[in-house]
């Protein structure tokens, strides 16, 4: 069900952290982003959901300038940013998260979460103490080495690097995957608090357990399209669709 006009730009463009129209993204000769629309407004938590291979960890990618080739329109805060390299994309107080984390083995916790510099564009960022507050696990670890954190620790930390440098737009690549229950939780009540303090939160998930009671609003993707997009509200009324799409 595509949204009207006037849903899109509810509260007018200013209110849109986030908005792509007609986004295509090649990897070499593979076409694979087919004209992806996307609005997520300012304090949202919108989920990206789909199959493997659906294109959701494209969109992702093709916002932050990762794939080859892009066409179509991609604006941060109302401004046109397609054009723009990776780094000043990032200026621009977007943290992108990747699957593999990227947790440098040879620091220690504390110089992982120190390393990025902070956005001047965004403002301040979190500080060590609230990142601390926030994950208490790596406090206790700040320590160790990076090979010695937990898979979920190393989630944990990727997550905090990002808050640290300002960054108020978040693209969270299955940052559940493959953690325990317990830990899983934990990352849970991050995107709740993370929503409290206002941040704005695109995730990929494919565990829609994790993902249905955290989101606003939830994208569908199959073979690099948006093929349905609907709130929170209307879930219940969208499991048939759901289970049929993606077999939960």
């Known amino acids: 069900m595509a949204e009207s006009q006037d849903q899109r730009t509810e509260g007018g463009a200013q209110a849109l952290a986030l908005s792509l129209q007609g986004l295509h993204a090649w990897y070499g000769e ?13 304090g949202e938590v919108v989920t990206l959901l789909g199959r493997n291979g659906a294109g959701r960890t494209s ?15 991609i604006k941060i805060a109302g401004e046109e940013v397609s054009h723009l390299p990776t780094h000043r994309i990032a200026h621009r107080g977007v943290g992108y998260c990747p ?3 990227g947790i440098f083995a040879s620091l220690s916790c504390e110089e992982n979460l120190m390393l990025p510099p902070t956005l001047k564009s965004s403002g301040k960022g979190m500080s060590v103490a609230e990142i601390y507050e926030m994950f208490p696990n790596l406090a206790e670890r700040r320590h160790s080495q ?24 978040l693209l969270l690549d299955e940052i559940s995957e493959g953690l325990a229950p317990v830990i899983v939780q ?3 009540r991050m995107i709740v608090m993370l929503k ?7 995730m990929v998930e494919q565990n829609f357990r994790f993902a249905a009671p955290l989101a606003d609003r939830f994208y569908v993707m199959e073979h690099g399209r948006i093929v349905e997009r609907f709130g929170a509200a209307e879930l219940q009324q969208k499991m048939p669709v ?6 939960v």
């Open 59 to 73: 969109t992702l990618r093709a916002i932050m300038g990762l794939t080859g080739t892009r066409k179509g329109s």
């Open 30 to 42: 593979s076409h694979v982003l087919h004209g992806v629309d996307l609005d997520v407004r300012r």
């Open 186 to 188: 934990a990352l849970a």
């Open 242 to 247: 759901l289970t049929e799409l993606l077999g």
């Open 196 to 202: 409290a303090r206002g941040y704005t939160v695109v």
């Open 99 to 101: 699957e593999e984390r």
């Open 146 to 169: 990076g090979t010695r954190l937990s898979g979920g620790e190393q989630q944990m930390l990727a997550v905090a690097r990002i808050l640290r440098t300002g960054a108020n737009l």
